[in-house]
Structure formats: C-alpha cells, structure tokens
Nanobody, 124 residues
Framework: QVQLVETGGGLVQAGGSLRLSCAAVGRAFSSYSMGWFRQAPGKEREFVAT????????SYGEYVKGRFTISRDNAKNTVYLQMNSLKPEDTAVYFC?????????????????WGQGTQVTVSS
C-alpha cells in the first residue's frame, strides 16, 4: 500500500511557474512508475507526464511537452512536476499516481494509487 500526498499548487499568472511535489508513504516507492494527471471542471482526467521507476524514462502529454518536466528523488520518496510557461488552460486539479504494473503508463486505469489532488489556477 502506498499513500500519495501532493503539495505545491496555487494561483499563478500566465507565463509563471509552479513546482508540484508528491510525497509517497509506504514501501517500494522506487519500484513504481509514477505519473501526473489533471482534471479541469467539466472535463475528463487528462494524462500529463510519467516517469519510470529509476527515473531514466519520461513521457509527456502533447499539451505540456516542452513546458513541464517530471522528475523523482527515490531517496526522498518524492516525485516532482516542474511547470513553466503556464497558461490559463493549465488550470486544473493535478493528481499524482503510482503504478506497480506498467511502464510508460499514459492511461489512468494503469495506476494503482492516487493522491487527493492539488489545485493549480493560472490567471490571464
């Protein structure tokens, strides 16, 4: 069992930056692929980024590629999402998730564990 807690959300102006953190409590964090998803009001949950267990492989959703960077520190049981050049359309609740079964997981059904989410609001 893994518990995930996201922090770092908030209100930022367009063009600004935020860094989200997701701290994991539980065993074997370093064996999980980790991902970030987001959900805006009235929309389906959307894939943002994923990182392999060792951190060498990353993959991004089309709308964030080149602006967001996912990383992890297995010694701290934490995964990060650095978000730069933020746009109003990035406004959403951001969730981190862990997968014990899949590599390069881009679909939410591939993840076993989820955090409670953190709100990111980008003003124009």
């Amino acid at each position: 069992q893994v518990q995930l807690v996201e922090t770092g959300g908030g209100l930022v102006q367009a063009g600004g930056s935020l860094r989200l953190s997701c701290a994991a409590v539980g065993r074997a964090f370093s064996s999980y692929s980790m991902g970030w998803f987001r959900q805006a009001p009235g929309k389906e949950r959307e894939f943002v980024a994923t990182i392999s267990s060792g951190g060498r492989m990353t993959s991004y959703g089309e709308y964030v590629k080149g602006r967001f960077t996912i990383s992890r520190d297995n010694a701290k049981n934490t995964v990060y999402l650095q978000m730069n050049s933020l746009k109003p359309e990035d406004t959403a609740v951001y969730f981190c998730a862990g997968s014990s079964r899949y590599y390069n997981a881009r679909r939410d059904m591939m993840y076993d564990y989820w955090g409670q989410g953190t709100q990111v609001t980008v003003s124009s």
